[in-house]
């Protein structure tokens, strides 16, 4: 247990479909990142947040959107994706942006696959 | 950008051998992190590096962060089973925002 709580864990949905996942951070932690991961290749930073204010969008298609209540909880709300989407979506939490020594607590992941 | 180039992609080994694993880049970090992640879940940190030629050790596992702070290797003694999994490292750029990750080594140690 990392402090970081993802749900869910599994997805399947086509591609008219509308979805959401969840991201909860248990460590009083102050920035949260969503990330996307494939195989084979490198961990793809989508999103960061900082005090709730995102600071960061790595050029990521519209067909997902972000969203972030408070420090605590992130969602990633999806429509209309492409199967090349199909990935591990981890979610991330660190106690400030930035920082050379700052750690980031990753959470479980949501296996997502879009038919 | 600053692209970290992991090798190799996978190490098949049996359990007591050694390993090395590496992490190049032309970019120069402000810090090196080191994590592993098991099937199933995120990573985990084992380590960060802050200064060139720093070596830290975690028991069997021993990380070296290049003079240059453009590279760092893991090396793991006496491999066992549960050492199994995606090994990443990530760089930190010098402005200090947001980290960048390696495709990772994916090492598979077989009792």
């Known amino acids: 247990e990392t402090g970081v709580t993802q749900t869910p864990r599994h997805l399947v949905m086509g591609m008219t479909n509308k979805k959401s996942l969840k991201c909860e951070q248990h460590?009083?932690?102050?920035?949260m990142y969503w990330y996307k991961q494939s195989a084979k290749k490198p961990l793809e930073l989508m999103f960061v947040?900082?005090?709730?204010?995102?600071?960061e969008n790595n050029s990521v298609p519209s067909r997902f959107s972000p969203e972030c209540p408070n420090s605590s909880h992130l969602f990633l709300h999806l429509h209309t994706l492409q199967p090349e989407d199909s990935a591990l979506y981890l979610c991330?939490?660190?106690?400030?942006?930035?920082?050379?020594?700052?750690?980031?607590?990753f959470g479980p992941g949501t296996r997502l696959t879009v038919l | 950008t600053q692209l970290l180039e992991q090798s190799p992609q996978f190490l098949s080994i049996q359990e007591g051998e050694n390993l090395t694993v590496y992490c190049n880049s032309s970019s120069v970090f402000s810090s090196l992190q080191w994590y592993r992640q098991e099937p199933g879940e995120g990573p985990v940190l084992l380590v960060t590096?802050?200064?060139?030629?720093e070596v830290k050790k975690l028991k069997r596992l021993t990380f070296q962060f290049g003079d240059a702070r453009k590279d760092s290797s893991l090396h793991i003694t006496a491999a066992q089973p549960g050492d199994t999994g995606l090994y990443l490292c990530?760089?930190?750029?010098?402005?200090?925002?947001?980290?960048?990750f390696g495709a990772g080594t994916r090492l598979t140690v077989k009792p």
């Open positions: 460590l009083g932690h102050n920035a």
């Open positions: 991330a939490s660190s106690q400030k942006v930035g920082g050379n020594t700052d750690t980031q607590y």
């Open positions: 590096v802050v200064t060139g030629g």
């Open positions: 947040y900082n005090f709730k204010e995102q600071t």
């Open positions: 990530a760089g930190a750029g010098g402005n200090n925002n947001d980290m960048r």
